[in-house]
């Protein structure tokens, strides 16, 4: 079944708990964009507020590493409980490997990101190896953007590649994704959806996520 992952970046920052306990009651991860405004032309908030926020979620927790060096952050997403870590191949390039490689180590299921403008193809090396991939559906850097369709055809081409392979993995989607669009998502072979203004957004957020779970 679809799993849907509430982003934070779109709650509410001074009841942040409120919007941790909504997902630990009706969602299947949360998902914790970190934005350094250099990889991304963005800053959204570091560590001195996961290390709060990981101290209530009882959810799995999955941190979207939107930074230059990501590596040097992966201790630190362990330490603090985290379960999923994804980084972006943009910042990773040939070190790709050896980071999915530390983040196993660490006993964190490793996930590799893309951007829209970098060819799905790119994470082809990594299948068999990566946990999951985040293939995103708006450019990095912002919430509340507009669903970018082609994503479809990348979830797709590259479901088709894992299964030719016989391999697992997870495929993600973050950005732009609501109720019109979720299940054709779903149907192009996506099990990850990511979700901010469309759960944080709406008059009932609870009501929300069930109906992008669809289910
Ligand atoms: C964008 C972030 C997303 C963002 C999604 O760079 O990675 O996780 O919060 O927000 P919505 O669902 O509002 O597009
Ligand atoms: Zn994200």
């Known amino acids: 079944m679809l799993q849907i992952a509430p982003s934070i970046l779109a709650a509410d920052f001074l009841h942040l708990e409120k919007d941790i306990q909504l997902v630990n009651r009706c969602g299947d991860i949360l998902h914790l964009d970190v934005m350094d405004g250099s990889l991304v032309p963005n ?42 870590c994804s980084f972006h191949w943009e910042a990773a390039g040939s070190n790709t490997s050896r980071y999915i ?13 893309i951007n829209p403008d970098v060819p799905v193809s790119r994470l082809y090396p990594y299948i068999g190896k990566a946990d999951y991939f985040l293939v995103m559906s708006v450019f990095a850097g912002f919430g509340g953007q507009k669903f970018i369709y082609e994503t479809l055809d990348r979830v797709a081409a590259l479901r088709a590649e894992i299964a030719r392979r016989g391999a697992q993995a997870l495929i993600e ?11 054709a998502a779903e149907e192009a072979g996506v099990d990850i959806v990511v979700a901010g203004s469309a759960v944080y957004g709406a008059d009932d957020p609870a009501a929300a996520i069930s109906a992008l779970r669809g289910a």
């Open 173 to 183: 989607i973050d950005g732009g994704v609501y109720e019109g669009n979720v299940r």
């Open 43 to 84: 800053i959204s908030f570091g560590f001195s507020v996961i290390d709060q926020v990981a101290k209530i979620a009882t959810a799995p927790m999955d941190a979207h590493l939107m930074v230059v060096h990501p590596e040097r952050w992966f201790d630190k997403v362990a330490s603090d409980g985290i379960q999923m």
């Open 101 to 113: 490689d530390r983040l196993h180590r660490l006993g964190l299921k490793a996930g590799v990101a």
